[in-house]
């Protein structure tokens, strides 16, 4: 009875192992094309950068415009832009989501007689030189102003340039003059010239008048990297989080990283890295935080953001 009953379960056991299909669990390897910005947005991936390996293919431009035909020709799969930018993007075309904040306020009102500014009083009639016009630092400028009762051609008189370089030999020229810079070019030109001193914090204005952290950058994806490679999105997500822990600890080491990637010099990188406010802000944080920054664009300029306020679809 017992050698019949074996034979029966040896018999079972062929088969259910000649007709079973083999469980095989695969992991799917995909390499991600990332763009960024030369600046905080990229600063903040030099680490995974240099120790990814084939993970990921980097590419860095000096401006904006660069990066979007990239994504909307889907050779580029994550984006690091302007965050007036993501929300232009998303409702034009419906086809990326924010996947996370990098990069907080870096705006700063530079001088070169080295007085602080701590009235109104004190920019009234003064030439504000800036670049940006159309982009995040015309409207933030433009809603501190009217925040203190200034008009731009009245009280105070903003001259807009074509770069950040410019706006700085504008200051050299004139010592009554004041620049708005973002970093790290307000710590290049402190560098450049001993008179020169931050005179206002523009990201602790907007703080004061908002109730929440200025926004400047963030990371976008799109929707069919989305859908079709969520786990490897994340996985950046983690390893890119991972790498702007290691820069904001690390500045000596990460300055000699950013400038072996070309973006700028390791002097300038090490002494701003302090002031570039570099984040992985994910979640609610995340979402309450662009809302409002949203909110206020849109309302000194519905243009700012696409025409209309993002809904909570764009967030990944």
């Known amino acids: 009875m017992k050698k019949t009953v074996f034979a029966v379960l040896a ?36 680490e995974l950068m240099e120790n990814s390996g084939d993970n990921y293919s980097f590419t860095l431009e000096g ?27 998303y409702n034009n075309t419906n086809n990326v989501k924010v996947i996370a904040v990098n990069t907080l306020g870096v705006l700063y009102l530079v001088g070169n007689g080295g007085e602080k500014i701590t009235s109104r009083e004190d920019v009234i009639g003064k030439t504000i ?14 809603s501190i102003l ?21 706006c700085v030999a504008a200051l050299l020229s004139d010592p009554e003059s004041i620049a708005m810079l973002p970093q790290p070019f307000a710590t290049s030109a402190l560098m450049q010239n001993k008179d020169i001193s931050i005179v206002l914090d523009l990201n602790e204005i907007w703080e004061e008048l908002t109730g929440s952290p200025l926004i400047t ?18 996985a950046f997500l983690r390893e890119y989080s991972e790498s702007v822990d290691w820069v904001n600890s690390n500045n000596a080491e990460a300055a000699v990283l950013i ?38 664009l849109y309302t000194l300029n519905p243009k700012s953001v696409g025409g209309s306020i993002p809904g909570e679809e764009i967030y990944f």
């Open 129 to 142: 030189y800036s670049a940006g016009k159309g982009s995040t630092p015309q409207y933030v400028l433009e």
């Open 63 to 89: 401006s904006p415009d660069a990066i979007v035909p990239l994504i909307a020709k889907g050779e580029v799969d994550i984006a690091a832009v302007p965050a007036n930018l993501a929300a232009v993007l």
């Open 259 to 296: 400038e072996k990637y070309g973006i700028i010099k390791a002097a300038v990188a090490e002494k701003a890295l302090p002031y570039c406010n570099i984040v992985c802000m994910r979640g609610d944080e995340m979402e309450k935080a662009l809302d409002i920054y949203y909110n206020s």
């Open 11 to 46: 018999l079972f056991l062929v088969v259910f192992c000649v007709n079973a299909q083999p469980v095989v669990e695969e992991t799917e390897t995909v390499s991600l094309n990332i763009a960024a910005l030369k600046g905080p947005t990229a600063m903040g991936m030099v």
């Open 217 to 234: 950058g963030c990371l976008i994806a799109r929707n069919e990297v989305l859908e079709n490679h969520k786990g490897a999105v994340e």
């Open 146 to 166: 009217a925040s203190l009762s200034l008009v731009d051609g009245k009280d105070v008189f903003i001259e807009w340039k074509s770069e950040h370089a410019e």
